[in-house]
């Protein structure tokens, strides 16, 4: 539940980017602050183009699968050849070690473990916990897996930045809840001070559980030096 608040407002940012035309210029460029630039704000939040990424496979696959019913093929049918297309996708190691560590930027320990209890689950078909984790692995795979498509990897890098999205989700959610929206400078990893304790939840700014909500007020840049962030004076 910590994150789901969070990615229903990037969900958010992502269909107002999608259904406008909108522009981070005039006159809209009061709602940022002085500096901000949607590429530097998503290099430093990488979730966000996780998550663009992984709804536009979403979206794609829809698409693919009413042409295919319009076409005449029934469920059956349908069904057989998408769970045939993500067999074939989970079984390129390669590709699938791209998406989880490459793409979603799980550890490489991570990945050691999926593929320990892949094995043991290949040995024992029984073994529950084996069976668990590899189902969890491989459901996350599979959301990146564009259907009927050979290049996946071509497709994924293809996807096209929506920079509206990115900054309209600065503005109703980063902001008032202590994401950093640039790298600070090197006065700002010496003088400026850490984002207060309080407004830290388990490493990460306060307002990433819904419950304990308050909106923070200042502006956060990140020390890509000290790995942490500080308070914009």
């Known amino acids: 539940m910590k994150k789901f608040h969070q990615y229903m407002m990037i969900l958010l940012a992502g269909v107002l980017g999608a ?3 909108m522009s981070v210029d005039d006159p809209y460029e009061e709602n940022f602050p002085e500096g901000f630039d949607a590429n530097v704000y998503v290099e430093l939040h990488p979730e966000l183009r996780i998550a663009e990424i992984r709804d536009y496979v979403a979206y794609r696959n829809e698409v693919v699968s009413d042409s295919m019913k319009k076409a005449g093929v029934d469920d059956a049918t349908l069904a057989a050849f998408t769970t045939n297309d993500e067999t074939a996708f989970l079984a390129n190691s390669v590709l699938t070690q791209y998406v ?14 999926y593929l320990t209890q892949k094995a043991v689950l290949a040995a024992d078909p029984s073994d529950k916990d084996a069976k668990q984790a590899v189902s969890k692995v491989e459901k996350e795979l599979k959301e990146f897996n564009f259907i009927n ?29 202590g994401w950093a929206y640039r790298y600070c400078n090197d006065n700002e990893k010496v003088a400026n001070p850490l984002v207060p304790e309080k407004d830290l939840d388990d490493g990460k700014p306060a307002g990433t559980n819904p419950t304990d909500f308050s909106p923070i007020t200042y502006l956060v840049c990140y020390d890509n030096v000290s790995l942490v962030n500080r308070v914009i004076q």
């Open 100 to 113: 989880y560590t490459g793409l979603i930027g799980h550890s490489a320990e991570s990945w050691t473990a």
């Open 149 to 177: 498509v050979t290049e996946d990897q071509n497709t994924w890098n293809n996807v096209p930045k929506d920079l509206t999205a990115y900054s309209m989700q600065y503005t109703l959610y980063g902001q008032s809840h």
């Open 19 to 21: 259904c406008s035309s």
